[in-house]
């Protein structure tokens, strides 16, 4: 790489800890960690995976599917790119049908579709706003209407903001956060439920950053304790149902939330404080989604799983 500093805009106040590239390409901090993702960012949230550099890793060729959602029918909302496209493609390996309400990043999603098609998963892609009561139930009706019934509710559509200080954060935004990330995964849950049978699961998608309070993505980070919150009363008036409910909180994975929160100063030091010393390929967290979806966890609701290259402990 021909650069050798990264800085913030901030008036030099903050450069992430980054302070040097070395001629290898090792960034220099505290400890070296290999510069995967150079400066980038845009100006779309919840962000566009075609446009990443590079793009993320979402599929692990040497995956050994052995048919655990053999039948079943699985919604997982924003799987046209990261976290839930990985979570997607392992889940139709195992043989699920996958439903995929997503917001606007229509390129995206027909990328998704082919790689489903050329596995022969079957599949229903829908475009609308998670926010909308309307559109959940919607959701649900063509879900139940194409397949028949609904086995699995993955709530991974989100969006973050940076901002530096609370001070910032207008209320459109603020708004715009807690509708997306607890009002669409309250309502879709909530229309999802009363088609849900004994052995269902449900999986919500938390985040590391409530668990260590990230200072530049307060609103985000509220909405995702929420999540927690959710999950565990959900988990426990569900239990005599047998329908589990478990939360998932990533730490620092390459999906497009990232370029699309963060000024491009940030990128290339995701994940540089977790031991692994790296930020996370999504299909490197599939496989956990694919657990707590199979009757392989059939003694486990109302738990948060933590997969971060050991950044948090929890």
Known sequence: MDYKYYYSNNNGQDDYGLKGIDKDGYG??????????????????PGMEYLMRPRP?????????????????AIITGADSGIGRAVALAFAKEGAKIVVP????????????????????????LSGDIKSKEFCECITEETLKKFGKIDILINNAG???????LLDI????????????????????????????CGASIINVSSITT?????ELIDYVTTKGAIVGFTRALATNLSDKNIRV???????????????????EKI???????????????????????YLASDDSSYVTGQVMHINGGQYKG
């Open 28 to 45: 220099l901090k505290c400890n070296s960690f290999k510069i995967k993702y150079p400066p980038q960012e845009q100006d779309v949230q």
């Open 159 to 165: 969006v973050q903001y940076q901002q530096k200080s």
């Open 268 to 290: 290339p030091t995701l994940g540089a404080d977790a031991p692994m010393k790296r930020a996370a390929e999504t299909y490197e967290i599939a496989p956990l989604f694919v």
């Open 57 to 73: 890793v979402f599929d692990n060729p040497n995956y050994k599917a052995s048919s655990k959602l053999e039948g079943k029918v």
């Open 102 to 125: 997503y917001y606007n990043e229509h390129r995206d999603a027909y990328e998704t579709k082919k790689i489903l098609d050329e596995i022969g998963a079957e599949s229903l892609f």
């Open 170 to 197: 207008s209320d459109d935004q603020f708004d715009d956060t807690m509708k997306v990330n607890v009002y669409g995964m309250f309502y879709l849950t909530r229309s999802v439920l009363k088609h849900l049978k």
């Open 211 to 215: 668990f260590y309070g990230e200072p």
């Open 246 to 264: 478990n939360a998932v909180a990533p730490g620092y994975f390459w999906t497009a939330l990232q370029p699309a929160c963060w000024e491009k």
